[in-house]
């Protein structure tokens, strides 16, 4: 079914009637979801020898294989969870969810709305209460078993987030462990809440700072960390004593859904964690509106951000904001070569470039362009394109046909202004939403490339003179997410981070991302802070007591 666009913006699947699976599904059916629709022989390795029958047989087996092992673990649900309950949708309503690489349909799963977002949010109102009457350290205990329940199902969750977002494994199970690290690093901080003593101007008061949790959160994620998106977010609301309402993108729920499984097993209350995904504008609406709901958490797009900031406004809720990004990679004439490639490359085409901090422009100075840019195009050729599940795959497809007409439509734009393409710049041959890791020269700032974020594996080169050339081009734009640069003066490294208007600034390193560090932006490209002991503070109010007439 071909997505439908909210009056929120979020990217959902039209609804429809059919059933989902039901709790006596057999194994077989489960199978026949996904080998419905026969996956292209393409998607092997090819070898003269063998017919493309063989590889189609292959694939089917793999997918075979996979389901089996998710079914029985438990890690493949397919309702909304609401109380504890695992739950459809009032009126029966579904929505398919795909896989990207293939086309074929992994699961059913209930289009919830307004009606199910508010049983949601009561659920959450309800066990707030004795949620965080709890002690830190018991809330400590769950979310350390939530954690080593996550990473036992390593491979599992990796194996779901190829299926339904089509990332490489290897990448796929890095998410897992990155996620999860926001939930051990959550069940650390929970026992670190600390408060104030004031000194009084006083002598018969006593002054006090008290932290408390905000109460029910409403954490809306996006698809292209299905998991880490929802760690980053649950782990530090739960640890202070909030409950939340997760409402996950539609392109991929599943993911979500065996967290939330994991979450009860590890002893997290029922009503604590809660699920529900379909309409997105329904869900939306009802997260806004309730008065119950004390906070909103969101990571998408700059666009849907600002709608959410103004709707949040009517009952003054608190947000946080990881929107989108034009991160600039800045190389320096006195960069180390081989440090500036692979840090570039990890920036740039990680998830299919499908990430808020992928380097959307990269800046190179005049007199190392050359050299740069032919090394970076032989690495660029080298990397290989597949379905997630391959072997040695670096780059699987784009989430869907939208995200491979956006890229095309900035390319065509950048040509036309004169840009050149000298690597790719095509769908790949492998078809669906498959797209050649691409390369292009001559752009300029003005380009649409340049100042829209692209969310595909395409690389702009630009080149500039100076220092304050750079920092400029940098600058020159509404986003502040993240920026990197890579040079060897040490001098050079402190005066340009500290000139950079961005909220994250990697030098001489392409992968910056960690839950030990604050991750967020600044400008249009957010609010707040996630991971490390700041993102603590954004679950929790300060209150102010004071104790008088104590002589």
Known sequence: MGLTRSIFGFASNGCSTARILSSSSSSSTLFNRFTRLSPPAHRCLPTPCRSPSFFIRQINMQAQ???ARLSSSGILQTKGLIGGNWTDAHDGKTFEVSNPATGEVIANIPCMGGKETNDAITSAYDAFNSWKKLTAADRSKRLRKWYDLIMAHKEELGQLITLEQGKPLKEAIGEVSYGAGFIEFAAEEAKRVYGDIIPSPLPDRRLFVLKQPVGVVGAITPWNFP???ITRKVGPALACGCTVVIKPSELTPLTALAAAQLSLEAGIPPGVVNVVMGNASGIG????NSPKVRKITFTGSTAVGKKLMAGSAETVKKVSLELGGNAPCIVFDDADLEVALKGTLATKF????????CANRILVQEGIYSKFADSFLK???DMKVGEGFGEGVVQGPLINEAAVQKVETLIQDAVS??????????????GMTFYEPTVITDVKNEMRISTEEVFGPVAPLLKFKTEEE????????????????FTTNVQRSWRVSEALEYGIVGVNEGL?????????GVKQSGLGREGSKYGMDEYLEIKYVCLGNLS
């Open 65 to 67: 294989s996979i389901a």
């Open 512 to 520: 910056v991302s960690t839950e030990v560090a604050p991750f967020g």
């Open 417 to 430: 202004k004169g840009a050149k393409v000298v690597l790719g710049g095509k769908r790949h041959s492998l």
């Open 470 to 485: 750079a920092i400029h081009m940098a600058n020159d734009t509404n986003a502040g997410l993240a920026a990197y640069i």
């Open 350 to 357: 990680r998830n299919s470039g499908q990430t808020c901090v």
């Open 285 to 288: 609406e009802a997260l806004l």
């Open 227 to 229: 998991l880490a998106m």
């Open 379 to 381: 690495a660029v050729q």
